[in-house]
């Protein structure tokens, strides 16, 4: 998902705010320092977030390595289909609700606001 952005936005600001808005809410910095990993504190679902020169490119993910690496594991183990469907129902709607609250925080801090 990509919000368009007016304002400057960088990842450490975007981190406090976002950790004060939303007290459940915790970011951690992914690898290297140009991607940013929210998370809830007590969910696996996260949403990594890339800024880019407009734009912030906003991606589903799972909160640690860890955790998408036992993902894989219970998809080899299990076959596609079964650990398929428990995704779908299970963890997309988790990320998606993040993504969404990360991105309509974005929009009302650092996008066009109607005159």
């Not at 960088?10 to 406090?16: A, H, M, P, R, V």
């Not at 990594?48 to 080899?76: D, E, P, Y």
Request: proline content about 4%.
């Amino acid at each position: 998902m990509n919000v368009p952005i007016v304002r400057e936005l960088t990842l450490d600001e975007l981190k406090s705010k976002i950790e004060t808005a939303y007290p459940t809410v915790n970011g951690n910095w992914g690898p290297g320092k140009n991607m940013l990993m929210i998370h809830e504190k007590d969910t696996k679902a996260a949403v990594m977030v890339l800024v880019k020169k407009n734009k912030v490119q906003l991606t589903n993910g799972f909160s640690s390595m860890g955790a998408q690496m036992g993902f894989m594991l219970f998809m080899l183990l299990l076959g596609i289909i079964i650990p398929a469907a428990i995704y779908v129902l299970v963890i997309k709607p988790k990320q998606d609700a993040i993504r969404v609250k990360v991105a309509e925080f974005i929009k009302s801090n650092y996008g066009q606001t109607s005159f």
